[in-house]
């Protein structure tokens, strides 16, 4: 295994991420192609995950408050999906979102990823929207310091 997490750098990269968040994320839902694209990729920070150069993992953070980041767009590969990955891909989210000052990480899960959050020291704050009227989410945070 040569785990490498980096943002998208070729045209075949990026083609590959957003084809992978609209497989997992937009596909399942019955959403058009595009639908997987929002105006905060233009801004966010990516990140993939490569195993032996195969896409593995992606995320998106965004800069929702002074201090707070919000990690959006969290997907990983189906056929390789409990492998750790996941852990991996949002280990690198959180020291990057920490090491540029920030102090609280918040995120909307979807109901079935709540229990993968919960695992990487995520608490639960409230039911927060319903994505296209059908996938209920709820709103989390993971606070890095108290001080």
Known sequence: MSIVIRTPE???EWQDYYSLRYEILRKPLNQP???????????????????SGEL???ARLDQAEPFI???RFVAV?????GKGYGRKIMEAVE?????????????HARDYAVDFYLRLDYQLIEKSHKLYGVLQHFLMEKNYRTT
Do not use: P, W
């Open 56 to 58: 593995r993992a992606i």
């Open 77 to 81: 590969d189906t056929r390789v999906q």
């Open 69 to 71: 980041s919000q990690v």
């Open 33 to 51: 192609l595009g639908s997987e694209r929002n105006e905060g990729d233009q801004t966010g920070k990516h990140f993939a995950l490569y195993d």
């Open 95 to 107: 020291q990057y979102s920490s090491s540029n000052g920030n102090v609280k990480m918040i995120l």
């Open 10 to 12: 070729t045209d075949r």
